[in-house]
């Protein structure tokens, strides 16, 4: 009544998995950015101040640098893709204080911490002037942390409650 052999060999010829028959061959920037390195850069600058910029005035601001260099303007999707992936600010862990260093629990005083995971390492294991510093780290860093996965629901609230409050 069925043929399951048959079932299967049809559908493998169906999908055609292999990339050795489809003729296709991959991307080689495959997962990476496309964007300009000098739209990258100035990019990075416009997004590493202290409070969040609106993101009208950055996709402005990056067409107008876009525009002078005759430079494709990348999307808003990019832009924002770009915000969850560039290094962000980073700190030396024997330059922070001592409640900050113990926060960061499993790691030697000589390491550098990107800012994503000082304030990750602070809301989930720092005490209150830890939790009250990492609340002030510049918003990229809190942007990033919250899209980390890890957090204690507790935690995660503060998180969010910080992020509500400075409009990030």
């Not at 739209?39 to 601001?61: A, D, F, I, T």
């Not at 005759?70 to 030396?92: C, D, L, N, Q």
Request: proline share 3%; net charge positive.
């Amino acid at each position: 009544m069925f043929n399951f052999t048959k079932s299967v060999n049809q559908l493998k010829k169906r999908m055609n998995t292999n990339q050795a028959e489809s003729g296709r061959k991959r991307r080689s920037d495959q997962g990476r950015m496309r964007m300009n390195r000098d739209v990258e850069v100035y990019l990075k600058n416009l997004l590493l101040g202290h409070e969040r910029p609106s993101m009208k005035s950055v996709l402005k601001k990056l067409s107008d640098h876009c525009a002078r260099r005759s430079i494709a303007r990348p999307s808003r999707a990019t832009v924002y893709k770009f915000m969850a992936r560039t290094k962000g600010h980073e700190s030396e862990l024997s330059s922070l204080r001592a409640y900050m260093q113990a926060a960061m629990y499993n790691l030697t005083t000589d390491s550098r911490v990107p800012g994503h995971q000082l304030a990750f390492y602070c809301f989930n294991y720092g005490n209150l002037k830890a939790l009250s510093f990492a609340s002030g780290l510049p918003w990229l860093d809190l942007y990033q942390a919250a899209r980390m996965r890890g957090f204690r629901p507790a935690s995660r609230g503060l998180l969010d409650a910080v992020m509500r409050t400075r409009k990030i």
